[in-house]
């Protein structure tokens, strides 16, 4: 038996002073007899006799007291355990903290995780002697808060400190690690109770478990912002870009309102409408919006909060420089010609001196040579040639290589055609991994975008001049991918604009340099940054604005829910591990049953026989 | 108040102790003993022997039958009584008090004895094996000595009879009458004092003193009963069935008690003290043979 309120079960002290009562009130009178071993001898006589009577006469007593025992009992919500195996059990507990379990849609306003944590609790209770339970609490990723255990305090404790953070489900992760404990049960049967709403893909197969789910939630109907981005034009404007969908039998038609986070000022606002399971996709401009956070609101309620607000940090991008060292030519002289915002010297730098006079710039198009010290950038093209000391190396030429196969989904090669590339003569690169391969010919690559931890680099082996590249509708395409691929990295020292809540907040700072955070929920936390200079803070597991501190000065970072999966907030009857369909099944978790009610009952019938027996003997 | 009325005690005068074994006493009393001896009253003939006083010759049976015949006579004896009374804390119980009535009983006794030329030796047994005693009494002059010290005994201690009586058996070794008054009651049993008693080769009597309440107590409900002499509690529920379990332990004991007696040819007297004590005196004292 155990109890919900074991507080109440200080009550059975007043058990003292019904004993004392009745025994102050039966009056028992003291007398002097000459001799009182007869009647030793007579109470002898009677000794089984005189303890029925004895209980008869107490019954008042014992009814009093049993009355008593029964209130304590169904005062202190005493439950009784109900599970019939007969062997040790062992239990591993998954409780989902995803976003989505802190939709208060239950009983008395209470959160999905309210109601998996008593839930959990029931659980708790059922374990008996020799049961072990492991307690792991699920977002993204598994964190196990217990290992097996019998300790129920220690499960308590761990169950009740948990909180939802804004993250989706993703138990595939949370399968792995389930998996190495049936291996580790060594042949015991592992029994999984997935505390959920279900608002996960299939995680993958679990053999060897016994897999209960124990849903909870009721509400369905939900309207959530699922994707914000700042997207800065190649002219240097940016906007706001807004996803607002429907999730469930309601049409979407709220209000989306651009906000400053200071003061929580209204910049725009638009109409968001779609049909039932539609999107609405929504641009603000913020060419006149001053830097700063800025919150995405969908105004109006809906069962889930969290996917109505989205946050970004808005900034004004400084202007990416480029150079070109070489002799040049014709088709690369002015880069801006491909993405617009670009800033270079209008001539091709001849010299490594005059390149290194340039400056600092993001991108180097090398073409023909390189210099024997290219100064650090961030991007490189390299037309027939390549850096000197690389990992990359020309091995010789080869003349008129055909174009074998090229990347069709590779940003840098997206939309663009390359069978009817002609080049009349092409280094033979060496040193280049195959994923970095983007037009490939029997002879050698014939285009690659090569990424270093210092540099992303795409080198073309061939003279322009040389090919028929330039003139095809590919070059400009290559072109413009490439410098927006290059560009759409952040330098050193950018800051993005917005995070995906739980995805690390990183700054680059002196080394050693201390980065403060304060995050939107909870204290401030300080981080160091290590020998690469760059200080993270993993924890964005809330959503909202991240204060921040560094040498630099005062900053600030976004992190939103933005999760599709998550705004789904439709429980399911059901989830599917491997193509195995696991049903619903609550009763995993009523072990317990509340006496409350059977104990007044009975309370009740003693107080009536009580009372009977009281007017009888009056 | 005195132990006897005066009215009580001209009647008492009219008694006298009847012992059944008569036992040579210290000095001449109004007692017929065996021993022929030279008092007035004849008792039997005997042939003349040679050396006989001749002033006994009975001249009358020599005239008819012509033989020489001696006269015999009772010698006169006085008798000693004793009177042994149990003063535990147990006879200090009833209304009026065992130990009264006991004491009572025994003043009776012995100023009928002293009446009678007896001498009479009052004793209080006290625990452990204690006797206070004012020695032998003799002649109606001590009878104010006699009720004096009886009426000065209080109860105190437990229950010294066992040892008392063999103190008694020991160094007094009364002859004549004993008579023991007593509530016998002893959780112990009275076994081993009745045997001491009966050591004393005279007339043993035993006065069992009761208080009504211990025979038939009458009670129901919740006591707590201290025993008097030890002051041991015993919780007890008196319900008809433990009241009717006391009567049987007491009938038993009280029956065990007059067996030890007959076996020691004690000749015991069981009274309460809801009879009236003239009554116990004047009749049944006299129909048990202890007065006449």
Known sequence: MSFLAPGFLWLMALSGPIVLLYFFRQRQEERVVPTNFLWAQAIQDTRTAAVLRKFLRSLLLLLQLAFLALAVLALAGATATLWSSGSARLVVAVLDRSASMGIADGEGGRTRLAAAKEALGNAVEGLREGDRMMLVAVDERPEVLVPFTGEKDRLRRAAAAVEVRDLGTDLSEAVVLLRSQVTAAAGRALEVIVLSDGAFEDPGVLEGA???????????????????RVDRGAGGGASLFVSAESFGAKPL???????????????????????????????????????????????????????????????????RRYAVYGKGNRWIRDLSTFRPGLEGPPEPL??????????????????????????????????????????????????????????????????????????????????????????DSPRGPLLALHKTQEQTALYIPFELDRSNFPLRLAFPLVMANALDHFFSESRPGDEE?????????????????????????????????????????????????????????PGAAAASLLRRGESAIAPRPRFEAGGVKHEARPEAVRANVLLRDPLLLIGLAILSIEWLLWVRRR | MPLLEKEFLKRLERLEIAARKV???????????????????????????????????????YAR?????????????????????????????????????ALRVAAAIGYVALAGQCRVRPALLRAPDRIESPGYLRGMGSAERLLGFLERAGAEGPNGLRDGLRRLASEVRPKGVVVLVSDLMDRDGVDAAL??????????????????????PGIEGEFRLVDSEDGSRAEVSVTPEVLAAYRRRCGAYLAAVDGACRRRGIRRLETTTAVPFEKLVLEVLRTRGLLR
Request: glycine fraction near 8%.
């Open chain 1, 210 to 228: 016994e897999v209960s789910f124990v849903p909870f939630g009721s509400a369905a109907d939900n309207e959530g912002i699922t994707a914000l």
């Open chain 1, 253 to 319: 038609s709220r209000t989306v309102s651009l906000r400053r986070v200071e003061g929580d000022r209204l910049i725009d606002a638009r109409e968001a409408a779609a049909p039932p399971g539609g999107q609405a996709v929504l641009f603000f401009p913020l060419e006149s919006v001053e830097p700063g956070p800025l919150e995405v609101r969908l105004e109006g309620s809906d069962p889930f909060a969290a996917d109505d607000r989205a946050w970004c940090v808005f900034r004004s991008e400084a202007p």
């Open chain 1, 350 to 439: 001849a010299t490594s001196d005059a390149l290194r006079k340039a400056g600092p710039v993001d991108l180097v198009v090398y073409d023909g040579e390189v210099p024997p010290d290219p100064p650090p950038s961030r991007a490189a093209i390299y037309i027939r040639c390549v850096p000197p000391g690389g990992p990359v190396r020309a091995a010789g030429t080869v003349e008129f290589p055909p174009v074998l196969d090229w990347s069709r989904t590779h940003p840098v090669t997206r939309h663009a055609e390359f069978s009817d590339l002609l080049v009349v003569e092409a280094l033979r690169l060496e040193g280049l991994p195959p994923a970095s391969v983007l037009v």
């Open chain 1, 497 to 553: 604009d917005l995070l995906r809540s739980g995805e690390p907040l990183e700054r680059v700072l002196p080394v050693g340099g201390v980065l403060e955070v304060t995050p939107p929920k909870g204290t401030r936390v300080s981080v160091t940054a290590g020998p690469t200079g760059r200080a993270a803070f993993r924890d964005t597991f809330h959503a909202g604005i991240y204060r921040l501190k560094s040498p630099a000065g």
């Open chain 2, 23 to 61: 036992r040579r006493g210290v000095r001449r009393g109004e007692r017929i003993s065996r021993r022929r001896g030279s008092s007035v009253e004849f008792a039997d003939h005997r042939q003349y022997s040679v050396g006989d006083d001749l002033r006994f010759l009975d001249w009358s049976v």
């Open chain 2, 65 to 101: 039958l012509d033989r020489l015949m001696v006269k015999l006579f009772h010698d006169e004896e006085d008798l000693a009584v004793h009177l042994l009374v149990d003063t535990s804390r147990s006879m200090d119980y009833g209304e009026p008090t065992k130990l009264l009535y």
């Open chain 2, 195 to 216: 045997s001491a008693l009966a050591r004393n080769p005279g007339d043993l009597f035993a006065v069992q003193v009761l208080d009504p309440f211990e025979t038939d």
